[in-house]
């Protein structure tokens, strides 16, 4: 019916009769180019007042994503400072015994760097791969004034470490402003002498496992919510408004009270001297010298997340659940199924809408979160977002932190685009 | 079942169906006891009054799935659908969504699944309420049709009258949680037992007085006005008792007789409508006695003001009981 009527509007578009043609406004200037004025100025004015919300998430919110996202591909801080040694590794292909034309070129770039005050950025850029090469560039750049050929000799008598060709490798690597060795990196992978990518040591394997921890934990946490939460929604969908509007305070409640308040809570409730520890003990459940150990660790984190991510989960299913008319069960159960068949067959699936927004919501919450898990977490409760923070913060590598928060992105859109194929977007209803 | 908002009707089929429990007495199904029984084996159908057809299953699995809990073959199921389908004419509609039929179709199709597992009794809440009239007219007739047909006992609940009276062998009068009368539609109409029914089915009039006189099926009631009708003793009192006496419009003649009760009546108002002529008179004192003039040849033409006689007989005067 809709499409006719716009096909009908069309086909009167296309057939301007006479009069429509001689249509001028008062001014003469014909109907329809004064219509199409007049809506290209309403435009004008709805782009003019949308302009400094665009603006605002263009400058404070997209461009330094981009840029960072960037920074996961892109870090000149040693590439910017070798014109030499750029030169001797173009020349050579990968595996090439460095000679002397090779010191005699990092001696050079070493004095520039050195009158550049530079060498202390470029150290840092190879110390993020092997440890140590920060100070080893300081040192000898401040020797390399002095320096006399033989350069090969003279370079590895101050600090031998330069006869390394793990060193020569990085160097190679990171003589390029772009590179893919951050997200090597990322998923516990690096270069050997060759060039060729491989594992890393074993003892050095951290972040592809804690992917796999961080979603595995996230799955988790969703699971249990989605456990937690369906009796609570359904018992919010079917009392009276009024009672159940009483209960949704409950429910909200956590999110008036401050995060760090209700992580310290389940401190205070969960450590080996507090609350649930003295009462197991004082039952005599558990003695006291074995207190069970629920928080700083991988326990403390779900337990916290879950609580805290809860009522994402909640919200969504309540508001699908509260339109399913009850009508539906009964008329299963008047057609023959049992209680358990009409809620599986009947009930289960006009949830699933709520069930995959709020899933959705509370699992991709939870493979960001940070807080909870740096407050409560302890080292086995680390997720992916700490070890995030940890090099934005601390260790100062901001590209390996760019491509852990890329990969955690794409696992993301990842998730939803499956989600679209499994269950379809348009089926999300999130309140 | 028939009866105003409130009165208890789908309660009471609630109670059938199972979904409401009975404090007390029970219900019985072809001789057997099935209070005790819950619901998906009482082998009840029953169409809503939203249809509730499930929205996430084609109309071919909304039929299918009583078959299915049953534990039907599925090509027994099938066969079975169809048949179900045809026999509400929307064969052709079995691949479609509940959604995508207008609200006539999904009556049929709720109509199809309660039929379609043969069940012993069907329900039906009201179930069309939600239609247009012409479409309600419709499909009254049809689920009549289909009633007959297939010879099944449908407990059918409304709040319209009209299609009480259309549809049902025997209509249940509900009010106030109490079964009034029970009875097949022209008996309720005719011989009303008590005032509710009375008032409640069809148009009525009333002269409210108290017995005066008893001898036998015939009473003399005073009325209020101190004006003397004779009626049917159906549902009043000794003597002295108040009473309500309940005459159907066109069952009011005009002009004198030798009825057992005449009296005047002054002309309120008169509504032409076609095949008949609404008169409002004040007869004993009551200005809202409706008479029915038939648009016959050679009818007695009234004007508004004029005085006249008007009578009835004394068995279409019912005395019941007072409000």
Redesign the interface.
């Given at each position: 019916m809709g499409k006719q009527m716009t096909d009908t509007a069309n086909s009167l578009d296309n057939r301007p009769t006479q009069a429509e043609i001689d249509l001028t406004t008062v001014d003469g200037t014909p109907l329809k180019a004064a219509l199409a004025n007049a809506q290209k100025r309403a435009r004008r004015r709805a782009l003019f007042l949308v302009l400094p919300l665009l603006l605002f998430v263009l400058i404070t919110f997209l461009a330094p994503i981009g840029q960072m996202l960037l920074r996961s591909v892109h870090n000149p801080s040693f590439s910017d400072h070798i014109p030499n040694l750029s030169v001797w590794f173009d020349e050579n292909p990968a595996g090439t015994e460095p000679g002397e034309a090779a010191y005699e070129a990092l001696v050079l770039d070493l004095r520039s760097m050195r009158a550049d005050k530079t060498m202390g950025i470029a150290g840092t850029r190879i110390n993020y791969d092997l440890p140590g090469s920060r100070s080893l560039f300081t040192s000898t750049a401040r020797k390399a004034g002095a320096l006399e050929p033989p350069f090969q000799e003279a370079v590895i008598a101050t600090n031998e470490k330069w006869a390394n060709p793990k060193l020569w490798q990085v160097m190679r690597g990171a003589s390029s402003a772009y590179t893919v060795d951050f997200y090597l990196a990322a998923l516990d992978r690096t270069r050997d002498v060759n060039g060729d990518i491989v594992a890393v040591d074993d003892d050095r394997k951290i972040y592809a496992a804690n992917f796999l921890k961080t979603l595995f934990l996230a799955g988790l946490i969703t699971f249990c919510c989605l456990i937690l939460a369906f009796p609570v929604a359904h018992l919010l969908a079917t009392l009276p408004l009024r009672q159940s509007n009483l209960l949704m305070i409950f429910v909200l409640l956590p999110f008036w009270t401050s995060l760090l308040v209700r992580t310290t809570s389940w401190i205070v409730l969960l450590q080996s001297q507090g609350v649930v520890n003295d009462t197991l003990v004082a039952t005599g459940i558990v003695a006291d010298e074995s207190r069970i150990q629920m928080i700083y660790n991988q326990t403390g984190t779900i337990v916290a997340m879950i609580h805290i991510l809860l009522p994402f989960m909640i919200l969504p299913l309540y508001s699908v659940m509260r339109p399913i008319n009850p009508s539906y069960v009964r008329a299963a159960r008047s057609l023959g199924a049992t209680s358990w068949t009409a809620f599986r067959r009947i009930y289960l699936p006009q949830t699933i809408p709520g069930m995959g927004a709020g899933g959705l919501l509370v699992f991709i919450l939870g493979v960001g979160y940070y807080i909870t898990p740096a407050l409560v977490g302890g080292a086995s409760g680390q997720l992916i977002s700490n070890f995030i923070a940890f090099h934005m913060q601390k260790s100062l590598n901001w590209s390996l932190a760019a491509a852990l928060a890329t990969l955690l992105l794409l696992m993301v859109l990842l998730l939803y685009w499956l989600y679209d194929r499994l269950v379809g977007i348009d089926n999300l209803k999130l309140g | 079942m028939l009866g105003p908002s409130g009165s208890g009707k789908t309660t009471c089929l609630m109670m059938l169906?199972?979904?409401e429990t009975a404090t007390r007495g029970e219900i019985r199904l072809d001789g057997a006891e099935i209070n005790n029984i819950?619901?998906?084996?009482?082998?009840?159908?029953?169409v809503?009054?939203?249809y509730?057809l499930?929205?996430?299953m084609t109309v071919g699995e909304n039929l299918a799935?009583?078959l299915e809990?049953?534990g039907m073959g599925k090509a027994e199921r099938d066969a079975k659908v169809i048949r179900a389908l045809d026999m509400v004419q929307m064969g052709e509609f079995g691949s479609r969504r509940p959604a995508q039929l207008s609200g006539g179709q999904q009556q049929r199709v709720a109509l199809a699944?309660?039929l379609v597992?043969d069940p012993s009794l069907v329900?039906m809440d009201e179930p069309l309420g939600a239609l247009d009239k012409q479409l309600r007219e419709h499909m009254q007739y049809e689920i009549k049709h289909l009633h007959e047909s297939l010879g099944i006992t449908v407990v059918y609940v409304t709040h319209d009258q009209s299609e009480a009276l259309t549809m049902s062998d025997r209509v249940a009068v509900f009010n106030d949680g109490e079964i009034q009368q029970l009875a097949p539609p022209a008996e309720l109409y005719e011989c009303p037992d008590n005032s509710f029914v009375a008032q409640f089915i069809g148009e009525n009039n009333k002269l409210s007085g108290t017995v005066s006189e008893r001898s036998g099926d015939e009473v003399s009631v005073k009325l209020e006005n101190g004006g003397q009708c004779k009626a049917l003793a159906v549902n009043c009192g000794g003597v002295g008792d108040e009473t309500l006496i309940s005459i159907r419009p066109e069952r009011v003649a005009i002009g004198e007789s030798v009825s057992d009760n005449s009296t005047e009546a002054l002309v309120k108002e008169l509504i032409y409508l076609g095949d008949h002529i609404r008169c409002r008179l004040d007869v004993h004192g009551n200005d809202q006695f409706i008479v029915k003039v038939s648009n016959s040849a050679g009818h007695k033409h009234l004007v508004v003001g004029e005085k006249t006689q008007i009578n009835w007989a004394a068995q279409d005067a019912r005395a019941l009981n007072p409000l």
């Open positions: - | 169906a199972g979904f819950p619901p998906h084996k009482r082998g009840i159908g029953m809503f009054q939203n509730a499930f929205p996430h799935f009583p809990v049953r699944r309660a597992f329900l």
